[in-house]
C-alpha cells in the first residue's frame, strides 16, 4: 500500500499537470519509492538506480547547455556553475515547484521526520525522474525536461555566472529602474525541522518572481532568480515592467 499523499489517481493528474502523460505510470512510480520505503514492505526496488542514471543525464545536459551558452567561460568557470546548477538545493528547490513532494512513497520513519520535505529525498527523487525519462524516451527526452525545467536557473546564470542572484537583480533594477526591490514572505508552512518559505520579489508594486525554499535566504534566491529570467526577455526594457 503507497504511502504517498493524495488519492490513488494523484500520479496520473500530476502526470497530465507536468506534461509527462506519456510516460507509463509503473515506470514513473518506481522514482518516486524511497529506499526507506521498499525496505519496510520488501517490496519492488527503490529509486536509487534510477538515481544514479539520472544523476549522469542531468550533468551531461548541464554541461552541453553551459559549454552552448557561455563560449567565453573556461574549464574552471564552467565547473562551478555547473555544480550551482545540480546542487541538492537547486535539484530540491525544482522539485518543490513541480510539486513532487505529495508522491513520495516514504516508510515510517522517514514519514515522521519529515522526509517528504528534506532537500536530500527530494532532489534524489527528481534526478530519479530523469533516469526515469531517459529510459523511456531517450537522452532527448531527458533533455527537453531539464531544459524546461531549470530554464529560471539557466537564464540567471548570466554572463558572469553570479549565483547571487539578489545582488545582481539589484544592481539592474537600481540601473534600469532607480529602484531596489524588496522581498515579501507570502507562506511559511511544515514543520520546524522542515519548513518551507514561499517570497515574492516585488518592485514597484509589480512582482518579479516567486520562490520557495527551506530558507528565508534560499526562498529569496530563488525569487531573485525568476525575476532575472524575466528581466532578461525583449519587453522587460520596455516599460511592460512598470505600472
Not at 528547490?93 to 521526520?113: D, M, N, S, V, W
Not at 509589480?206 to 531573485?224: D, P
Amino acid at each position: 500500500m503507497s504511502r504517498a499523499t493524495g488519492p490513488p489517481d494523484a500520479l496520473r493528474e500530476w502526470q497530465q499537470k507536468v506534461g509527462l502523460s506519456d510516460v507509463e505510470p509503473g515506470l514513473l512510480r518506481q522514482a518516486f519509492v524511497h529506499r526507506s520505503y521498499a525496505h519496510e514492505l520488501d517490496e519492488g526496488p527503490d529509486n536509487e538506480r534510477l538515481e544514479f542514471l539520472g544523476d549522469a543525464v542531468l550533468g551531461l545536459v548541464i554541461s552541453e547547455q553551459l559549454y552552448r551558452r557561455h563560449p567565453e567561460c573556461r574549464e574552471g568557470e564552467l565547473t562551478r556553475r555547473k555544480a550551482f546548477l545540480v546542487s541538492r538545493r537547486t535539484l530540491a528547490a525544482i522539485a518543490a515547484r513541480l510539486e513532487i513532494g505529495p508522491l513520495l512513497q516514504l516508510g515510517h520513519g522517514e514519514e515522521a521526520t519529515g522526509g517528504r520535505e528534506r532537500a536530500s529525498v527530494l532532489g534524489n527523487a527528481l534526478e530519479a525522474l530523469i533516469g526515469c525519462l531517459y529510459l523511456h524516451g531517450g537522452y532527448r527526452r531527458a533533455e527537453a525536461f531539464v531544459l524546461q525545467n531549470w530554464q529560471v536557473e539557466l537564464e540567471a546564470l548570466g554572463a558572469r555566472g553570479s549565483t547571487d542572484a539578489k545582488s545582481e537583480l539589484q544592481e539592474k533594477t537600481q540601473a534600469w529602474y532607480g529602484q531596489r526591490p524588496t522581498y515579501v514572505l507570502v507562506k511559511a508552512e511544515g514543520p520546524d525541522h522542515a519548513k518551507r518559505f514561499a517570497v515574492q520579489v516585488v518592485l514597484d508594486s509589480l512582482i518579479l518572481g516567486e520562490g520557495v525554499g527551506y530558507t528565508k535566504k534560499e526562498a529569496q534566491q530563488t525569487a531573485a532568480r525568476e525575476a532575472l529570467g524575466r528581466l532578461s526577455s525583449p519587453s522587460a526594457h520596455s516599460g511592460e515592467l512598470r505600472r
